[in-house]
């Protein structure tokens, strides 16, 4: 029985599986391999850890993963969904329902209040209303940031704009969510706090978890360590508690 059979069986299909997924920017002499023939399984409510050096892959398979980024080759199902060759608009659709995204970068909107930002992923899906507030609201108050809901990212604090990038993240009810180093410009006490609220808002709701770091005091939050050098995935080992 291959794992994806046993998973079914169990009635967990894996939230992302990667077969033999290969990245290749660029052509002829200035081609890059960015990623090379990566094959991995997440669990639905698995938090992955994914650590490697600048340069070495990480941001890419996690743009595939999430439907930003085409693979040269291989396969990539996401929520139990062959994205492998979906067109422009089913990613698309796979990005809105499927995977929740917080960037290195956060991308708030930043002219819209932290609610509003929340809202704005139910109003590109065409969904708004009282239960998209109510959402919001109960995602922003889980947060610690029931007092900042009209702020504009501006008047918040670096902790609570990224606060807000999650429960951004989260509003879509993601099957899969992708964090490209989420605590990188937090001090470690406040990257811990980030931490153990991603880790508590992930697991309280059963979804699955990759999440980019290039600090390996952070991994202990997460069910086990991959790593990944020169485009390569390295090992698949059970994070060590504590
Ligand atoms: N759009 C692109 N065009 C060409 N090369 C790219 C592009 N994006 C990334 N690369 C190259 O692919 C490789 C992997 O990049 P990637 O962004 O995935 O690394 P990373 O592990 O996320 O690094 P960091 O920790 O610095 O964010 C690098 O050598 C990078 O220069
Ligand atoms: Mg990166």
Not at 7 to 18: C, I, K, Q, S
Not at 21 to 48: D, F, P, Q, R, W
Not at 118 to 135: C, F, H, I, P, T
Not at 168 to 175: D, Y
């Amino acid at each position: 029985m291959t794992s994806t059979a046993m998973n079914a069986a169990a009635g967990t299909a894996p939230a992302l599986e990667m077969h033999e997924v290969t990245k290749v920017y660029g052509e002829g002499e200035n081609a890059i391999t960015a990623l090379a023939s990566a094959t991995i399984s997440i669990g639905s409510n698995e938090m992955v850890a994914l650590v490697g050096p600048s340069g070495s892959g990480k941001t890419t398979l996690l743009s595939i993963a999430g439907g930003l980024l085409a693979p040269t080759s291989g396969q990539v199902i996401v929520g139990g969904r062959d994205i492998s060759h979906a067109s422009p608009t089913e990613l698309t659709e796979v990005r809105r329902n499927t995977v929740g995204f917080v960037f290195q970068s956060v991308n708030l909107v930043p002219f819209l209040t932290a609610r509003e930002n929340l809202l704005l992923v139910d109003e590109l899906r065409g969904s708004r209303g009282k239960q998209s507030k109510a959402r919001a609201d109960r995602l922003l108050d889980e947060l610690g940031l029931s007092k900042r809901l009209h702020n504009l990212p501006s008047q918040l604090s670096g902790g609570e704009r990224q606060r807000v990038a999650i429960g951004r993240a989260l509003m879509n009810e993601p099957a899969l969510v992708l964090f490209d180093e989420p605590t990188s410009a937090l001090d470690t006490q406040l990257g811990e706090q980030v931490m153990e609220l991603i880790q508590s808002e992930v697991k309280g709701r059963g979804t699955a978890a990759i999440i980019i770091t290039h600090d390996s005091r952070m991994t202990h939050w997460c069910d086990r360590t991959v790593r990944i050098l020169d485009g390569r995935l390295q090992s698949d080992e059970l994070a060590t508690a504590g």
